[in-house]
């Protein structure tokens, strides 16, 4: 097993929140659905588009829909 970083997005207030996650898993697609699993179970939302690698922040700075901190 590896230990993989996932990146999704949550939707709350009409906009969507950058977030991160530490997966163990064999393979990047399984790292993405384990997350999508356990965000759902912790919160009850859906985590969008996870991914193992880094977003490109620039184009989400200024736009007020998207919040990265």
Do not use: S
Not at 10 to 24: D, S, W
Request: hydrophobic residues 35%; aromatic residues 14%; proline residues 4%.
């Amino acid at each position: 097993m590896k230990t993989y970083q996932v990146f999704y997005w949550i939707k709350k207030n009409g906009r969507e929140y950058l977030n991160h996650m530490y997966v163990a898993a064999n393979t990047a697609k399984e790292a993405t659905q384990v997350c999508k699993q356990q965000v759902r179970e912790q919160t009850g939302r859906n985590a969008f588009r996870p991914t193992t690698k880094a977003p490109d922040l620039a184009a989400y700075k200024g736009n007020p829909n998207f919040v990265v901190e």
